[in-house]
Each structure stands twice: as structure tokens, then as C-alpha cells.
């Protein structure tokens, strides 16, 4: 992989995805993109990949398409709804060869070792993308209004120096990127925060910060935290956090106007990823015999409002 010019394609072209692509292409990266919402990808070859943002606004010329097409490259960006991972790490054989990472990053637990199953796990490293906001204005226009952190990660450990060479890449797309060598702590950190917020949000309508305030949601928000710390230390993952309660209230102070994307999901009529976020936890409690009700009751209650939405929806 060479840092100044590095062949990268990245599947699932949404919000995030476009921030990821704009930025890595406006600093030399060969990127491409996969998408398959067809308008967008219609505008992206048409006028360019624009992003806005607090950083400044840029257009970038890349390769847009609708279905993976056959060309190696040495990073694949995976960067689809948890949903769609399967489907969507099954098609990406056109793009690898021998020596090509998989860079996978979603919300919630889960997904990394579905991708690892179907591309293998020697090539797979896991992303965590922090306090970003992005949305997509119209076809082939990304805007984010915060960009915060990523943190890559082997799957299953090791292999630190093959995933340093993919942080430094970001990093020159001015990326705040680092290597770690364990990414399940942090995927667990994120997790806790993503629970206590992702659920209560949904179902109400209301900003993070709004939530944290409430009387009544404030305590649902922090049970389901503190329960999913409680769950990560049962099953033997090594937190540094220490006090679950001042880690989502510091969560929600950095982004207080902030909308969840499962509430973003509703909003838009999409099914939510709410069964890898808040129904992680239940799925996890049950590997060391416990339970997790707190969060099995949400998972339960935004589900029942994605089948059955509101009079308002």
C-alpha cells in the first residue's frame, strides 16, 4: 500500500461513506465508490462528490457505480448500514486480491464477524467511527457537521504494523486516525454510549441531550448504559471505563443537538439498526447466562414502532 496514492473503494456510499471518499479522494487517494442508490450515483459521475462541512467545502471527480465492478484495489471501505453487511461483503470478491484489506464500519457488535466469515478474517480490520454527524443533502452532496475520531483495529488482534499503513492513509485526509492494538474495548465503549441514546431517542423524537435531562427518560437512558458496561465486564472484555453514567453524560454534552441514526431511521421510514445496538446487549448477556431486560425492552419497543409506526409517520 502506497501511503501518497493509495486504490481504494468504498461500498456503501451514504452519509458517512461520502465523507469518507471525498475527503480520502482530495488529498490523491484513487477512490471509487459503490452505492446503490442510482440517482447518486448518477450525480457523483456527473458533476463530482461534493462535501461541506466546518473544514470547508470541496467537489471531488471519482468513479461512482452501481454494482461492484472488477478492479483490485489495496483497501475496501465497508461501510454499509449492519443490515446490508452480508450481502454486501459477498459481493466484494471483484475488488480483492492478495494482498487487499477490508476496513468494515458500523454501528453496534456484530457485523465484523459476518464480513470476517465471508471475506476472511486475515484481511479484516474493524473501524469505529466517533462523533461524526453527517447527512446527504441531495444526490452526490454529503455535509458533516463534526468529525471526531476513528480508531482501527485486526480482527481478532495482531497484525498492529498492516493497520497502522491503513491509519496513516486517513490521516493524510486529515482524518484523526490511530491504530490500536484491541478494538473490542472500544467497540464496547461506543456501544454504551450508542444505548443509552439510541433507543430512548427513537422512540420519543428527542436529541441526546434532551434525554439525558429528562426526568423520567434520563433514568431509562442510564440503566441501559450501566447494563451494558455490566454486560462487557461479564463476558470479559477489558474496559477502562470506570463509570459508565459520566461516560454517556460526557457523550451527549460533546453532541447535545444530535439525533441518533435509529431515530434518523424512523424518521425516514427505514428499519433501524436498533437489534446491533440496544439488542446486542441481551445477545451478549445471554453468553455468560445472564440477562440484559433493560435493553431487551427497548429493542422490543423501537421494533414494534418500526412495524407499526405512529398516526403521525
Same mark, same amino acid.
Request: contains cysteine; proline residues 4%.
Given at each position: ?10 461500498? %456503501? ?106 471475506? %476472511? ?5 474493524? %473501524? ?11 444526490? %452526490? ?173
Amino acid at each position: 500500500m502506497t501511503l501518497e496514492r493509495t486504490r481504494i473503494a468504498v461500498v %456503501g456510499c451514504g452519509a458517512m461513506g461520502s465523507v469518507y471518499a471525498a475527503r480520502l479522494a482530495s488529498v490523491g487517494h484513487e477512490v471509487l465508490v459503490v452505492d446503490a442508490w442510482a440517482d447518486h450515483v448518477r450525480a457523483i459521475n456527473e458533476h463530482g462528490l461534493a462535501l461541506s462541512g466546518p473544514d470547508g467545502d470541496r467537489v471531488v471527480r471519482i468513479s461512482a457505480h452501481t454494482e461492484v465492478p472488477a478492479a483490485v484495489v489495496d483497501l475496501v471501505v465497508l461501510a454499509v448500514k449492519a443490515a446490508h453487511v452480508a450481502d454486501a461483503a459477498a459481493s466484494l470478491a471483484p475488488l480483492l486480491g492478495p494482498g487487499t484489506q477490508v476496513l468494515t464500519i458500523q454501528n453496534g457488535l456484530g457485523s465484523a464477524e459476518l464480513v470476517a466469515e465471508i471475506v %476472511g478474517a486475515e484481511r479484516l480490520v474493524v %473501524g469505529i467511527a466517533s462523533g461524526f454527524g453527517a447527512s446527504l443533502r441531495s444526490p %452526490g452532496s454529503a455535509h458533516h457537521n463534526a468529525m471526531r475520531a476513528l480508531r482501527f483495529g485486526a480482527h481478532g488482534g495482531g497484525r498492529l504494523e498492516q493497520v497502522e499503513e491503513i491509519a496513516q492513509a486517513w490521516q493524510l485526509a486529515g482524518f484523526d486516525a490511530e491504530a490500536v492494538p484491541e478494538i473490542l474495548p472500544m467497540q464496547w465503549e461506543k456501544l454504551i454510549c450508542n444505548v443509552a441514546y439510541s433507543a430512548p431517542c427513537a422512540l420519543t423524537g428527542l436529541t441526546v441531550s434532551e434525554v439525558r435531562d429528562d426526568e423520567h427518560l434520563g433514568a431509562v437512558s442510564r440503566a441501559a448504559a450501566t447494563e451494558a458496561w455490566e454486560v462487557a465486564r461479564a463476558v470479559g472484555v477489558r474496559l477502562e471505563v470506570q463509570d459508565p453514567v459520566a461516560l454517556v453524560r460526557d457523550f451527549a454534552a460533546r453532541m447535545p443537538l444530535a439525533k441518533p441514526s435509529a431515530l434518523l431511521d424512523l424518521e425516514a421510514g427505514r428499519a433501524s439498526e436498533i437489534d446491533v445496538i440496544n439488542g446486542a446487549v441481551p445477545r451478549e448477556a445471554a453468553k455468560a447466562g445472564l440477562a440484559a431486560p433493560v435493553n431487551a425492552t427497548l429493542t422490543a419497543l423501537v421494533r414494534a414502532r418500526e412495524v407499526r409506526p405512529t398516526e403521525e409517520d
